[in-house]
């Protein structure tokens, strides 16, 4: 067997069995057609010594059985940035839940310690983000394989085309990715903690005003709305007219829950019998005004936003 033979040999180790021999044969005399050029050149047929090394001047056997491959990728590029995208989603979510284990853990009714709060943030954070990668690279694979891409892009509508402008058009999807995890995190924290009793250390200091209890399915709904509005803009994260509307009347919404929750007083109370330490402290003015602040700061987020969703309503009409 001469070295033309051995090096397409090699490369038939990397083809599919089912057109092996024919792709054999093709680049067989592919290269039978380069050795008699390259011979003529010469004015002489190259002897054993010259022909090896002529033909370490060939692509490499794998390189050259990548072009004669189906289908020569991992990921269609057609779905790539799709691909990338839910990738990005995926390792969002592996690292949320691990921020709510931690969250809920520090909310818990278990002996405080730093040491754990670690490692419910980053145990096993590496495992679960490469079966999350793993994961999306199966899915992506498999519909690249067996679903035509090219095919279903064919037809497609100008409504899906950004509108050019300002900077602020484009969402940045991280950062609505960011505000998921927040919404997730507080729905969690308003179901476990404020309406179902989770049995915390505060449970018997801290007694939340049944008028503010009645509000909470209120704020639940605010911020499931406002989660659902996100999740759209990671689908489409363009600004336009019809998303900025809702994204003003959600907040108009939750200024007004808003406002119904700060009218009640008191929002909630601390036995002070059961603390022996600062005795002239009125933790439950102190407390309440802690939770007025807070709120103060979200109703002034609220009317910025407002007004920022209107200004760019109008230069987009403009």
């Known amino acids: ?81 799709l691909y990338i995208l839910a990738l990005k989603i995926a390792l969002a979510i592996v690292f949320g839940l691990k921020a709510l284990g931690a969250g809920f853990y520090i909310l818990g009714p278990g002996e405080f310690e730093f040491s754990y709060i670690w490692g419910k943030l980053f145990g096993g954070l590496i495992e679960n ?21 090219k095919k279903f892009f064919e037809n497609w509508s100008l409504s899906i085309l950004p509108k050019s402008g300002a900077k602020w058009m484009t969402v940045p999807v991280g950062e609505t990715i960011f505000e998921i995890i927040a919404y997730v995190f507080t729905l969690g924290v308003l179901q476990f903690v404020l309406v179902k009793k989770w049995g915390s250390w505060w449970d018997d200091r801290v007694f939340i005003s049944p008028d503010l209890l009645n509000l909470v399915v209120w704020v639940q709904v605010v911020i499931a709305l406002f989660l659902v509005h996100r999740l ?23 200024f007004y829950v808003l406002t119904l929750v700060m009218g009640v007083d008191p929002m909630v109370q601390f036995d002070q019998a059961l603390v022996t330490d600062h005795p002239g402290l009125n933790r439950t003015e102190w407390i309440t005004r802690i939770i007025r602040v807070s709120l103060y700061i979200v109703g ?19």
């Open 232 to 254: 759209w803009l990671v689908i489409r994260p363009q600004w336009n007219i019809s998303k900025l509307a809702t994204n003003i009347v959600l907040t108009a919404f939750g």
């Open 300 to 318: 002034a987020v609220y009317i910025y936003e407002m007004g920022r969703d209107l200004y760019r309503m109008a230069k987009l009409r403009w």
């Open 1 to 81: 067997m001469n070295w033309l033979e051995r090096y397409v040999e090699g490369v038939k180790r990397y083809l599919p069995q089912k057109n092996r021999e024919d792709v054999g044969e093709e680049i067989k005399s592919v290269l039978a057609d380069k050795r008699e050029a390259e011979e003529e050149k010469l004015g002489r047929e190259m002897d054993d010594k010259e022909l090896g090394k002529w033909i370490t001047t060939q692509e490499h056997p794998m390189v050259l059985a990548a072009g004669y491959q189906e289908r020569r990728e991992l990921i269609t590029a057609e779905l790539f940035p």
């Open 129 to 149: 983000g490469l079966m999350a990668f793993a994961s999306v690279t199966v899915v992506f694979h498999f519909l690249g394989k067996h679903i035509s891409a």
